[in-house]
């Protein structure tokens, strides 16, 4: 089975500091995947990687950075947090070869305050 | 960036009664994909549809990938209190879309015992 881990369920942090948001899949999956989850609005891509050192914008990337130094880690950093980035955030990763899903992981609940 | 119209947006059912919902889109996919999320935790993934047309089941649910390809449907039947959650379509195209998807908004299912 695929596993996506995700470092933290729940995270609260200050305006203004800097978070880091770490996601490891153990299937050598080469694309990766950073979403944010709202009441009402969906799944929203932030930023995705479909190889080490690479990454592309999302459709809501203000605010947010990735880092993809290595294949299985994707971390997701806001460079200075404020309250309207209070939100779920969930990991996914999967396979370039055919049309495969994401396996996403169970999610980090994160809470700027 | 685009979501699939999925509807209803809320279901309240019985335990016992069946429950359809579906997913439009403007544009072809040629992968559909079925969701479920448990309230706390990351999207699971329940069916994968690869084929117009092809009709597949996991159990209790069955999902069809539309002849036209933008479409597709979930059933569940004979639902209990462990079916609860938020059920995604979501849509895969081919070509150099590194695996991003397309989601719908999300359809929340409440059963009462």
């Known amino acids: 089975d695929v596993k996506v881990t995700q470092s933290s369920r729940y995270l609260v942090k200050r305006t203004g500091e800097k978070v880091f948001l770490e996601c490891v899949q153990d299937?050598?999956?080469?694309?990766m995947f950073w979403y944010r989850q709202d009441p009402g609005l969906g799944l929203r891509l932030i930023y995705f990687?479909?190889?080490?050192?690479?990454?592309e914008k999302g459709d809501i990337p203000e605010g947010y950075s990735v880092s993809r130094e290595k294949k299985e880690r994707f971390s997701l950093i806001l460079e200075s947090a404020s309250t309207n980035q209070t939100s779920m955030y969930l990991c996914a990763s999967s396979s370039r070869r055919g049309r495969q899903p994401q396996h996403f992981g169970d999610g980090t609940r994160l809470s700027i305050l | 960036g685009q979501q699939l119209n999925q509807s209803p947006q809320s279901m309240f059912i019985q335990e016992g009664e069946d429950v359809s919902m579906n997913c439009t889109s403007s544009?072809?996919?040629?992968?559909w994909l079925w969701y479920k999320q448990d309230p706390g935790e990351g999207p699971v993934l329940l069916i994968a549809l690869y084929k117009a047309g092809e009709l597949t089941s996991n159990g209790r649910l069955t999902a069809q990938f539309g002849i036209t390809r933008k479409d597709s449907f979930l059933n569940i039947s004979a639902s209990i209190p462990s079916d609860v959650g938020i059920y995604f379509c979501a849509g895969l195209s081919g070509g150099t879309s590194y695996g991003k998807l397309t989601f719908g908004q999300g359809t929340i299912l409440t059963v009462h015992p």
């Open positions: 544009s072809i996919f040629n992968t």
């Open positions: 990687s479909y190889d080490v050192k690479m990454k």
């Open positions: 299937m050598d999956h080469e694309n």
